[in-house]
C-alpha cells in the first residue's frame, strides 16, 4: 500500500495514532513502514517513568482469543495477529528484544469453548485425561483492577480444577514454571501480580 500524496506536498499526509499500548505502537509501525509520517499521542509513552496505568492489563501481555464462536471478523484478526507475533518470536533472541515469549499453556474447559479458535495454533491437541494437578500446578487467588474485571469475562476455577463462570476475585492455576514465586516475593498469575504464599 502506498502511501497517499497531497496536492501541496510531496510528502505523504500524516496520520495521528491515539494510544501507546500494543495496538497503538503497532499500528504507529506499521504506518511508519508503509513511509507515512505518525505522530502519537497518549497519556503515557514507552520510556515515560513507570506507572499502575502504564501498559494495563488489558493490553494484551498474553495471546488468547476469547471472541465469541460467530464472530468471525474478530476471530481472523485475532489469528493474524497471533500468526505475526508467532513468527517475530521465531528467532529467541528477536523475541526477547520485542518482550515476546513462548510458553506452553494447558487451558481446562467443559465443553468445547473457543475450540475452533485453539484448533489453528502450533502443537494444539486435546487431551484424553486431566493432567495431574497437584504435580504440575498450584492454585492461587489474585487481584485486579476492578474495571478490568468488570470489562472481560472472567472464570474461576473449581473444586473439580475446571474452569466456572463467575468470581469477583480472579482465581487461576499456575504451572510450575520459573517464575514460581518464593515466599514474600513477587510472580505473574494470568493478567495480575501475585504475592508468593
Known amino acids: 500500500m502506498a502511501a497517499r500524496q497531497t496536492k501541496s506536498h510531496a510528502q505523504p499526509s500524516p496520520v495521528v495514532v491515539v494510544g ?3 495496538i497503538g505502537l503497532t499500528t504507529g509501525i506499521a504506518l511508519l513502514k508503509r513511509g507515512y509520517p505518525v505522530l502519537l499521542l497518549a497519556h503515557q509513552l514507552p520510556g515515560d517513568p513507570l506507572s499502575p496505568d502504564f501498559a494495563s492489563t488489558a493490553a494484551g501481555a498474553h495471546h ?15 489469528m493474524r495477529t497471533f500468526e505475526r507475533l508467532w513468527a517475530e518470536s521465531e528467532d529467541a533472541a528477536k523475541g526477547e528484544e520485542r518482550g515476546l515469549m513462548r510458553l506452553t499453556q494447558t487451558e481446562l474447559y467443559k ?3 473457543h475450540l475452533r479458535f485453539l484448533e489453528g495454533l502450533p502443537d494444539f491437541c ?4 486431566l493432567p495431574d494437578l497437584d504435580q ?15 470489562r472481560n469475562e472472567r472464570r474461576r476455577v473449581g473444586d473439580d480444577g475446571i474452569q466456572d463462570e463467575g468470581a469477583s476475585v480472579a482465581e487461576c492455576l499456575v504451572k510450575r514454571y ?3 514465586g518464593q515466599k514474600g516475593e513477587e510472580s505473574v498469575c494470568g493478567e495480575a501480580v501475585v504475592i508468593g504464599p
Open 20 to 22: 501507546a499500548g500494543c
Open 64 to 78: 488468547l482469543s476469547f471472541t465469541s464462536d460467530d464472530d468471525w471478523r474478530q476471530r481472523n484478526f485475532d
Open 111 to 113: 465443553g468445547d469453548l
Open 126 to 129: 486435546i487431551h484424553d485425561a
Open 136 to 150: 504440575y500446578s498450584q492454585g492461587c487467588n489474585t487481584l485486579q483492577r476492578r474495571n478490568n474485571l468488570q
Open 178 to 180: 520459573a517464575r514460581q
